[in-house]
């Protein structure tokens, strides 16, 4: 398995922009979870799936920030309108339930807003 | 607010030399997990520890579990160059919650 697969590595946008960060969980892991690391921050948990349904979204920060999942090996995070304070970077990470492995994490994607 | 808090925030030793990171952590936990970051990179699972153990080995690596004092420690033994990365500690009672991390430095 190539493990969770995030695109794009690195996204720089103008405030104001739609942007677009993309997930590829672990075939057959039945989580699915958002996080965001900045330095004053650490790692926050924006939000969670199970079987492809939203459980959890209370990390979210706001409105301009959605999820979705469609199908099990493909998820979206979506900032609209971006802000320079949404820069960081997003990690997507997979899991199955009960596993002793914790969770796969992708390799992040490093988002600048100017 | 964070979970679990690392301490030392940082941490510089030689090559050869053992490495301690402590973490503690204020709620009930069903695991506590350790993950390992490297500069630029996602976080590596390094080990989980379930709330009923109360120590567990792999390689050089040892992680305690204190559920009475709500504090975990992990132990990295002979460290290497290659241990260089930023250490966490992640409490899972249903998802995890991450503390800020340890930075290790080993040097040569």
């Known amino acids: 398995d190539a493990g969770v697969i995030q695109s794009p590595r690195h996204e720089v946008t103008e405030m104001g922009q739609e942007v677009t960060l993309r997930c590829k969980p672990i075939s057959g892991h039945d989580y699915l979870f958002w996080y965001r690391q900045t330095m004053m921050r650490g790692l926050e948990l924006l939000i969670y799936?199970?079987?492809?349904?939203?459980?959890?979204d209370s990390g979210m920060p706001e409105d301009r920030f959605s999820a979705k999942m469609p199908n099990a090996s493909f998820s979206t995070l979506k900032i609209q309108p971006s802000e320079p304070r949404d820069s960081a970077v997003y990690f997507c990470a997979s899991s199955s339930i009960g596993t002793a492995h914790g969770y796969t994490f992708g390799s992040g994607t490093r988002l600048t807003v100017v | 607010s964070q979970q679990g808090e690392e301490d030392p925030q940082a941490l510089s030793i030689q090559e050869g030399e053992n490495a301690t990171m402590n973490c503690s952590y204020k709620t009930s936990i069903n695991n506590l997990q350790w993950y390992r970051q490297n500069s630029g990179r996602g976080l590596v699972h390094l080990i989980l520890i379930r709330s009923n153990e109360r120590e567990k080995h792999s390689g050089r690596l040892r992680v305690t579990l204190d559920t009475s004092k709500k504090s975990s420690s992990l132990l990295i033994t002979a460290s290497r160059a290659a241990d260089t990365a930023s250490y966490f500690c992640a409490t899972d009672y249903s998802t995890l919650t991450f503390g800020k991390g340890t930075m290790l430095l080993v040097s040569p």
């Open positions: 799936f199970n079987n492809n349904v939203p459980i959890d």
